[in-house]
C-alpha cells in the first residue's frame, strides 16, 4: 500500500507541474498545498499508529501529587452556623478545617527527585498550612515527599522522596517544538489516576497577558484539566518539553486549550533548585502597558511596537538610569519589545547586575539609555507597589468654587481642582499627586468607553502635566488644533494605581 500510494503521489506530482507551467508560465512559486509538497511534509510511515507502547515506557514515571492542608474557615462567613451556631463548640471565631489539593508530577532522577508546579503544593488559601505531601507512584506506591524549592513566578516546584531505582524521564529540546508536532499529556485530572491524552502543539511562545520572565507557554489542544497541573507534555521521542500547568476554560473543563511551561524555560530553575541555588530575576522598577492602537495614534507611533512607561519607582534601576514616566521602550539589548517579547519578559530574563541597553522614544526623539539591572522582587512584594489608597464616599469630593470647575466637551469630562479637601476625601495624601479631578461624564464619549470614573485624577494630556481645570482644557484645545483626534491622559485611580489612557476627542 505504502508503494501504491507513493506512485500515486509521484503521478500527481507530475500533472501538477505540468498543469503549471502551462496556465501560469510566468510563476516560479507554487502553491502551499501543492500535492507534492504535502506529500514531502506529511507524517512520516514510521509514525505510531499507536502511542500504546510509547506510554507503556513513560507512565510509570508520572506520579500523582496530594497534598493535606489546614485551613482556617472564619464562621461569620457560614450563615448556617450564623443561624444555629457551631455545633462543635465554637463561638464564633474562626475555626481549623482540613483541605487537599491534587494534581500531577513526573520523577526526573532515579533516587527521586520529583517536578511539579508551585501551585499543586504551595498553600491554597491565606492563613493555610501544608501539613504533608504524598507522592503516589502508578503502581499505587506511595512515598511522603519534603519541598526541595518552590518558585511562585515560575510556578515549578521541586520535591524529594526517599528511595531508589525508581523510573525516571528525562527533558527535551522545547526550542524545536513546531507548531503542529504532536504532544501527549499525562496526569490525574479530577483526581482519577493515571490519564493519557494526546493533541497537537497549537502555538509557540503563547502570552498569556500575565507579565514576568515566564508568560511564554506551549499551547496545545491535548485534554487539559483540574488536576493535570505539574504533569508532564511529551514529545513523540518520550522527552519532556513542556509541564502543563494552566488551562483556558469558561466552564472550568477543557476546551482544547491548555498551556505548558517550556521545558527550555523550566529545566534551568530545576537544575537550580537542586543545587539548593537562589533563582534570581532582572528588574527594572516601572509601570509599564502596551502601546495599542488608540495610544499609538496618540504618540505618532506604530501600534503594538514598544511598551509605554506608566510609572517609575524611585531609587530601582531605571530611575537610576534616568527613564521617565511618558518614555516609550522600543527595545532591550538590540531585541524589539513587542506583544510576544515584553518589556517586562526581557529585562527579568536578565542577570541583576548585568547592562540592559534601553532603545527609548521620548516625546518622539530616539535616544538609548543603558541601565543597570536590578533584582526582581517576590511577587507578594510586587503586589503591594500599586499606589494609593481607599477612596471615601463616591469619589466626588467637595462641590469647589466656580473658579475651580470646568467642562471639556471636547473630552467629555467635567474637572475640578484637586484640593486638599478632595485628596482628603479620596483617601490620598494632600500634595503627593498633582492633577484634576474627573467629576462628571459624558456617557456618549469615548472618555466613558474607556471606563474613566468619577474621581479619576487626571495629571498629564499628551505628557503636559495638568493642575488646573484651565490648563487642562488649554491641552485639550491644543491638541484639536494641531488636527490630532485622540489625547493621552495620565490617569491615577485610588487604590489601583496608575496608567495611561488613549481618548478620542468628541466632533
Do not use: C
Amino acid at each position: 500500500m505504502r508503494y501504491a500510494y507513493a506512485i500515486t503521489t509521484a503521478l500527481l506530482i507530475g500533472g501538477a507541474a505540468s498543469s503549471l507551467v502551462l496556465e501560469h508560465p510566468a510563476y516560479a512559486q507554487s502553491a502551499q498545498n501543492e500535492p507534492g509538497a504535502i506529500a514531502s511534509a506529511a507524517p512520516k510511515p514510521g509514525a505510531p499508529m499507536s502511542f500504546a507502547d510509547m506510554v507503556a515506557r513513560l507512565q510509570p514515571a508520572v506520579v500523582n501529587v496530594s497534598t493535606k492542608q489546614k485551613v482556617q474557615v472564619s464562621t461569620q462567613d457560614n450563615p448556617l452556623m450564623q443561624m444555629f451556631g457551631d455545633q462543635n463548640g465554637g463561638d464564633g471565631q474562626p475555626v481549623t478545617r482540613e483541605g487537599q489539593s491534587l494534581g500531577s508530577g513526573f520523577i526526573i532522577s532515579p533516587d527521586g527527585y520529583i517536578v511539579t508546579n508551585a501551585h499543586v503544593v504551595n498553600a491554597a488559601a491565606r492563613g493555610a498550612k501544608v501539613e504533608s505531601i504524598t507522592i503516589t507512584l502508578a503502581n499505587r506506591k506511595e512515598y511522603v515527599a519534603r519541598l526541595v524549592g518552590s518558585d511562585t513566578s515560575s510556578d515549578l516546584a521541586l520535591l524529594k522522596v526517599d528511595a531508589t531505582n525508581l523510573p525516571y524521564v528525562k527533558f527535551g529540546d522545547s526550542t524545536t517544538a513546531r507548531v503542529g508536532d504532536w504532544v501527549i499529556a499525562i496526569g490525574n485530572p479530577f483526581g482519577l489516576g493515571g490519564t493519557v491524552t494526546a493533541g497537537i502543539i497549537s502555538a509557540l511562545h503563547r502570552v498569556t497577558g500575565q507579565g514576568g520572565a515566564y508568560d511564554r507557554f506551549i499551547q496545545t489542544d491535548a485534554a487539559i484539566n483540574k488536576g493535570n497541573s505539574g504533569g508532564p507534555m511529551f514529545d513523540l521521542n518520550g522527552n519532556v518539553i513542556g509541564i502543563n500547568s494552566q488551562i483556558y476554560s469558561p466552564s472550568e473543563g477543557s476546551v482544547g486549550i491548555g498551556f505548558a511551561i517550556p521545558a527550555e524555560a523550566a529545566k534551568p530553575i530545576i537544575d537550580t533548585m537542586m543545587k539548593g541555588g537562589k533563582i534570581q530575576r532582572g528588574y527594572l522598577g516601572v509601570g509599564r502597558q502596551p502601546v495599542d492602537e488608540d495610544i499609538a495614534a496618540s504618540l505618532g507611533l506604530p501600534k503594538d511596537k514598544g511598551e509605554l512607561i506608566g510609572r517609575v519607582e524611585p531609587g530601582q534601576a531605571a530611575d537610576k538610569a534616568g527613564i521617565k514616566q511618558g518614555d516609550v521602550i522600543i527595545a532591550v539589548n538590540g531585541r524589539e519589545v513587542n506583544p510576544d517579547e515584553t518589556l517586562s519578559y526581557l529585562i527579568a530574563n536578565l542577570a541583576p547586575g548585568s547592562t540592559a541597553k534601553l532603545s527609548v522614544i521620548r516625546d518622539g526623539k530616539p535616544l538609548t539609555i543603558d541601565a543597570i539591572v536590578g533584582t526582581r522582587p517576590s511577587e507578594e512584594e510586587l503586589a503591594n507597589l500599586v499606589p494609593g489608597g481607599a477612596p471615601n464616599g463616591d469619589g466626588d469630593g467637595a462641590p469647589g468654587a466656580p473658579e475651580l470647575r470646568a467642562s471639556t466637551d471636547l473630552l467629555g469630562v467635567q474637572v475640578t481642582a484637586l484640593t486638599p479637601g478632595i485628596a482628603n476625601s479620596l483617601g490620598i495624601q494632600p500634595g503627593s499627586i498633582s492633577g484634576v479631578v474627573v467629576t462628571n461624564i459624558d456617557p456618549s464619549s469615548d472618555a466613558a468607553a474607556k471606563s474613566i470614573q468619577r474621581g479619576d485624577i487626571i495629571s498629564s494630556v499628551n505628557r503636559v502635566a495638568v493642575s488646573t481645570p484651565g490648563q487642562l482644557a488649554a491641552q485639550i484645545n491644543a491638541a484639536k488644533a494641531a488636527g490630532r483626534n485622540t489625547v493621552l491622559l495620565y490617569i491615577t485611580r485610588v487604590r489601583q494605581g496608575s496608567l495611561y489612557i488613549a481618548v478620542k476627542l468628541k466632533n
